[in-house]
């Protein structure tokens, strides 16, 4: 599974700054965002209460022009150690009516998608993710064909270049809201993405979850990556507002103590399908809000979230990476992994730290001593069921054990189990 990360908090024309900040937060992945690249956002693209015809630079981008604008930024991300595996599309954001009729929008973009393909696959880019055409770019035609012509096209002038595109799910604006909008409807996107690599005959075109937009319209994200099941090549990871939208910091749009974000069945769903694809961090509007002096600091943070969402995704990657195995810990995080995984994946035996509990039977599972770990085949694998790692990884090396050590965690299992909590609210003992 690969870490990629927007290059927000980068200054275009000094990056080496955020670059560096980048780099020593542990990123080596970027993604290649042509709208940040040539200064063309959607917020920019509004401009109907400016003009009311596109800007000339739109009209005037050909390959060779987006190659000029973009060559200095990839050749200093490749300078300073980064990769660039994913490109990001330009998109319009105008409304029908701030734009003339006789203005072909779908012509415009798709010429400007067009010219940043074979930038995409000069720098490296395996995958394009590109945004459907909205109703009001293209008026009264039919949803279905007009975005089948505009992807055809644009899949046509990938497949030179080796760039996969993905679609992605976009909102619509209802009364202040974000609603659902074009692609945010897993069966349909799944079969316009099958009808559209049936027509080309190759795998040209993919899926790009992105958690915000699915958030915002309320999808159930374990059907939605369950139905994407293989298209899903990446999964872009930010918190979203259904008013104001934004790329916020995973888990940081918090109300009561708890996400407004149901990571638990996006993991779940991830999982599922044995996702490894790319993960792709987007915390922009996080970054804008903390003083460049701290933003080295929310990287650094956003790097390790990305590596605990990755970590939890592969958790039963993991369990089946071994053929043995025996945990260490016989408390709740261990009783959820038995009820869980214990019968796909079964334990040897289980250890504790507490000699009371040497002997005895854990959910049916036997508890020994630790020093029973020095006596296994080195290829067992030991699951630390316990928050406490790093003290136990680090008590296990100095009893000189060899085999591979891995941490369990248990804050996103497949289901729960509440027995425990029912008997002991009822004042009953614990079990199993």
């Not at 012509?149 to 974000?178: E, H, T, W």
């Not at 000189?400 to 003992?429: H, I, Q, W």
């Amino acid at each position: 599974m690969e870490i990629v990360c927007f290059a927000s908090g980068v200054n275009g024309l000094h990056p080496r700054q955020g670059l560096q900040d980048l780099k020593q937060a542990g990123f080596d992945k970027l993604v290649l965002d042509f709208g940040w690249l040539s200064n063309v956002h959607e917020s920019t693209l509004t401009i109907g209460r400016i003009a009311k015809k596109p800007p000339r630079s739109w009209l005037s981008l050909h390959p060779e022009a987006v190659a000029k604008v973009t060559a200095p930024y990839v050749e200093k991300f490749v300078a300073a150690g980064f990769s660039l595996p994913l490109a990001w599309a330009p998109y319009i954001g105008w409304l029908k009516d701030e734009v003339e009729a006789k203005v072909d929008l779908t012509d415009i973009l798709t010429d400007f998608v067009t010219a940043c393909l074979p930038v995409a696959g000069k720098a490296g880019c395996r995958y394009m993710a590109v945004s459907p055409l909205a109703p009001e770019l293209i008026g009264s035609r039919e949803l279905w064909e007009a975005n089948r012509a505009y992807y055809l096209r644009l899949g046509a002038a990938a497949r030179p270049y080796g760039v996969q595109l993905l679609l992605k799910g976009r909102c619509r604006n209802q009364n202040g809201r974000a609603v659902r909008g074009v692609g945010t409807d897993e069966n349909m996107t799944a079969q316009w993405i099958d009808a559209l690599n049936k027509e080309v005959g190759a795998e040209v075109f993919g899926y790009c979850l992105d958690v915000g937009i699915a958030s915002v319209c309320g999808q159930n994200m374990y059907d939605l990556a369950v139905t994407m099941g293989h298209r899903l090549k990446a999964v872009i990871l930010r918190e979203a507002s259904n008013v104001w939208g934004g790329s916020l910091l995973p888990f940081s749009l918090a109300r009561g103590g708890e996400s407004q974000t149901d990571w638990l069945n996006l993991i779940r769903g991830l999982r599922r399908i044995d996702f490894d694809g790319q993960l792709i961090m987007n915390c922009g509007d996080t970054l804008a809000a903390f003083s460049p002096l701290l933003r080295p600091d929310v990287l650094c943070l956003a790097k390790k979230t990305a590596d605990y969402i990755a970590w939890q995704v592969k958790m039963e990657q993991l369990l089946a990476k071994y053929d043995t195995r025996v945990l260490f810990g016989a408390g709740n995080m261990c009783r959820n992994y038995l009820k869980c995984y214990g019968e796909q994946y079964p334990p040897l035996f289980t250890c504790d730290n507490d000699p009371a509990k040497w002997g005895t039977k854990f959910c049916g599972l036997e508890v020994r001593a630790p020093e029973c770990l020095l006596d296994l085949p080195e290829d067992c694998a030991v699951f630390i069921c316990n928050t406490y790692y790093r003290d136990i990884e680090e008590q296990l090396r100095e009893m000189g054990l060899k085999n591979p050590v891995e941490f369990f965690n248990d804050e996103f299992m497949p289901s729960f189990y509440f027995e425990r909590l029912e008997e002991l609210a009822e004042g009953g003992a614990e079990t199993c």
